[in-house]
């Protein structure tokens, strides 16, 4: 057995679902579409994708070392329907991936176990791991290395695996033979476009951040802009609509990490008990999440979008006591909610 096939062998005894292997240069086309990305102002208020971009767009930049980029799967596959919440509309929805712990902290850890694997496993072998938090563009390097491709919606896909995983990259000074990179299987389907309630999806396979509900409730600053707000529903944190209706979710996997399944108080909050939430409240309730990181403020921000879209005046209150919050966006959504619903 080749060193190769026991690394992937470790891979999957430590719970990743699959592995692939590219060389740091694999993604020529790379830097012409980050640019042009760029150029069109599509990343928003994300600037850290502008910053580094020669880095994330070379891996071999990032680190000149690196002669092979190990990319892994990690699945998180819901057991229910992300679609369902969206019709219950005094409840909140939330993405799959952060209704339980944070993945960057699972995979990233799974990951170094593997790695330091495969440094026993060979003199002088260097490693980096790398979990969605450096300039590391993961979805074309995982398509690079055969773990699947980016479909319409610009996600990865997967003939074994659907599109609820994660990616994880270890990159190494060790040469290890690469895989055969995927081809597009999407076919003539566009069910992730029709589906997309803000239009984010300019053509197939291109992405406007500025309109995507995960970037607008997750990394936009400030208030929205009107015309979106009313197609944002009930989505508060993320999105999961274009993953969701994907034909090729029939072969997905069950997820085997418990720390991945949905707590029972974060698969449809009701909006009123998210309302109310001070900054120690709202801290405490997200220990160890993703949302975490948004903010008290943010959240409740997404929150009073989500109420002045239930058509429930019966939450009327819940809005209104936020009409003089500190935070402009906050202010400005309550009263937005209260409009709507008045």
């Known amino acids: 057995m080749s060193l190769k096939d026991k690394l992937q062998a470790q891979a999957l005894a430590e719970g990743f679902a699959k592995m692939g292997v590219c060389r740091p240069d694999a993604i020529p086309q790379a830097p012409e ?30 680190w000149p070392e690196a002669r092979s980029v190990i990319m892994l799967a990690e699945v998180y596959t819901p057991d ?4 369902e919440i969206l019709t219950h509309r005094d409840s909140a929805a939330i993405s799959v991936y ?16 593997v790695g330091r694997w495969l440094i026993e496993q060979a ?4 490693i980096k791991v790398f979990v969605d938090t450096a300039p590391v563009m993961e979805k074309p390097l995982a398509a690079a290395a055969g773990l699947g491709w980016q479909g319409k919606h610009t996600n990865l896909l997967s003939r074994d695996l659907g599109n609820w995983f994660f990616l994880g990259a270890i990159f190494t000074t060790l040469e290890l033979d690469p895989d055969i990179a995927q081809t597009d ?5 566009t069910a992730c476009l029709d589906i997309c309630p803000t239009s984010a999806f300019p053509a197939p396979f ?14 936009h600053k400030g208030p929205v802009a009107e015309d979106l707000r009313e197609r944002m529903g009930n989505h508060i944190y993320g999105c999961d609509d274009c993953l969701a209706v994907c034909p090729w979710n029939k ?18 909050p009701k909006l009123a008990d998210l309302a109310g939430l001070d900054d120690a409240e709202f801290r405490l309730k997200f220990s160890g999440s993703p949302i975490k990181r948004i903010g008290r403020d943010r959240f ?30 906050v202010a400005d959504a309550a009263r937005w909610a209260v409009e709507r619903l008045s």
């Open 33 to 62: 579409r980050l640019k042009a990305y760029v150029d069109d102002g599509r990343h928003g208020q994300m600037g850290w994708m502008a910053e580094r971009m020669t880095w994330r767009a070379n891996p071999a930049a990032l």
């Open 80 to 83: 229910q329907d992300p679609l």
């Open 98 to 113: 952060a209704q339980n712990k944070d993945y960057h902290d699972l995979v990233k850890k799974r990951l170094k176990r």
């Open 123 to 126: 003199e002088d072998v260097e």
């Open 185 to 189: 299987n999407c076919g003539s389907c």
């Open 206 to 219: 291109q992405l406007d951040a500025r309109r995507c509900i995960s970037y607008l409730t997750i990394e």
């Open 251 to 268: 072969f997905a996997q069950d997820a085997t990490e418990m720390r991945y399944a949905a707590r029972d108080e974060l698969r449809a």
């Open 300 to 329: 409740i921000r997404n929150v009073l979008y989500a109420i002045g879209n239930s058509g429930n005046p019966a939450l009327v209150a819940h809005a209104q006591q936020h009409l003089n919050d500190p935070d402009v966006a």
